[in-house]
């Protein structure tokens, strides 16, 4: 479900084919950044309870590949460039495990990361209700509410197993003044306008800033760089 009126992700006027030829990069590719231009880079987290598809999504997203067997538990980093609105970016996505509790690491990545995906599934309550946790660790740690993220309720395809209406996500969704989708890693359903929304609204906090006169925030590479190396990194050569 697009609360936004869903638009192309990868350039305006182009529709998704949903094959899995696309301009997709993983961490150490191969590909030249040439051919999209110089482009900022975009420091995103996916949050979610264990199971309910945060990886699936970000490898749809990034591979249009939905993987059949993936443990849940382990962490991983993702790294490719698209087009957004024409604008090329580069996005650092950390998926990461689950369970909203409060971590020395956790710590690190959410002050280091610009937005965040909040995700549950459709098909477990107990998820849904966990996604107020993790809002709640964003702005415990970040402490302002204006933070970029996009709520996510995962597996729309199942919904004869659905424990979560569709009216609950968009009240929580309310709650947090943010954007919501509900998507299907499976069949990649709204996956491309969720990471579309968050770098808008990252765009559209820069652009607020510096209209208003105000120092644009800088994170230092480096740090999200030794941030990640904990991380497993997805390699994939260009086709």
């Not at 899995?20 to 900022?40: C, H, I, K, Y």
């Not at 689950?98 to 599934?121: L, P």
């Not at 395809?157 to 943010?178: T, Y």
């Not at 998507?183 to 510096?210: C, G, H, K, M, N």
Request: glycine share 6%.
């Amino acid at each position: 479900m697009n609360d936004l009126g869903g638009s192309a992700l990868w350039d305006i006027g182009e529709e998704d084919d949903k094959d899995d030829t696309g301009p997709f990069v993983w961490m150490e590719s191969t590909r030249s950044a040439a051919a999209l231009g110089p482009s900022r880079e975009y420091k995103l987290v996916m949050l979610g309870e264990g199971g309910v598809g945060k990886s699936a999504i970000i490898m749809q997203f990034i591979s249009h590949m939905f993987p059949e067997d993936h443990d849940p538990t382990i962490e991983d980093a993702y790294k490719t460039q698209i087009r957004i609105d024409d604008e090329p970016a580069n996005l650092d996505i950390l998926d990461t495990a689950g369970q909203a509790e409060f971590t020395a690491m956790r710590d690190q990545y959410m002050r280091a990361g610009e937005g965040f995906i909040i995700s549950y599934s459709i098909t477990d309550r107990r998820s849904f209700q966990e996604a107020r946790q993790f809002k709640q660790l964003i702005h415990r740690v970040r402490r302002t509410v204006d933070t970029p993220v996009v709520l996510v309720g995962n597996k729309s395809d199942l919904a004869h197993l659905r424990q979560v209406s569709v009216e609950e996500g968009r009240s929580l969704a309310r709650e947090f003044q943010c954007p919501f989708f509900e998507t299907s890693a499976a069949f990649r359903y709204y996956i491309d306008d969720v990471f579309a929304a968050l770098v808008r609204q990252i765009r559209q906090r820069e652009a607020e800033a510096a209209k208003g006169g105000e120092k644009k925030s800088r994170r230092h590479h480096s740090f999200w760089t030794r941030l990640k190396s904990p991380f497993r990194r997805k390699q994939r050569s260009e086709h």
